[in-house]
């Protein structure tokens, strides 16, 4: 762990925003839309940071929120497309348990975000974490939040 912030400016929790999340887990940033999705306790949310005039983050505001039933694992971006993967937990007594996929959508005339809504793109129970690649499944495995890549471009 750092035992430093890395520099100027200085950072410290009490400088946070807080969004008021609970249970949030992975923010990844969606450069491409401006967007911060998040996973959380039933929601996925996707955020956009508000500045000031002279560029400093001063807040977040929330333009989408997609519901759910239990507890927001993990969000990772589909390399292989636009989708977003999500993975919820619980176990199949949980309509919203295991992996999905959705996609930020942006109505270019109302200028509204939603998210299109989500597929499950196999049934599997107790999923907490997901990767794309272009190798076989692995069956049988049992990880906790385990990501994988490859050097390898196909």
């Keep these: ?30 450069d491409v839309n401006a967007l911060l999705p998040a996973i959380g306790d039933e929601a996925l949310r996707a955020y956009r940071l508000v500045t000031n005039s002279g560029g400093v983050i001063t807040g977040l505001s929330r333009p989408v929120t997609l519901s759910f039933a239990g507890t927001g694992h993990d969000l ?4 292989a497309s636009e989708d977003i993967l999500h993975t919820v937990g619980e176990d199949a007594g949980n309509p919203d348990h295991g992996m999905w996929k959705t996609r930020l959508v942006h109505d270019d005339v109302t200028g509204a975000w939603s998210f299109a809504s989500p597929t499950r793109p196999h049934d599997r129970y107790f999923t907490e974490s997901s990767s794309r690649l272009p190798d076989p499944v692995r069956t049988g495995a049992k990880f906790y939040a385990a990501r994988f890549w490859s050097h390898v471009l196909p």
């Design 1 to 30: 762990m750092p035992s430093t912030h890395g520099g100027l400016p200085p950072t410290s929790f009490a400088e946070s925003i807080s969004t008021g999340s609970p249970g949030a887990h992975g923010v990844p940033g969606d």
């Design 76 to 79: 990772q971006p589909d390399c």
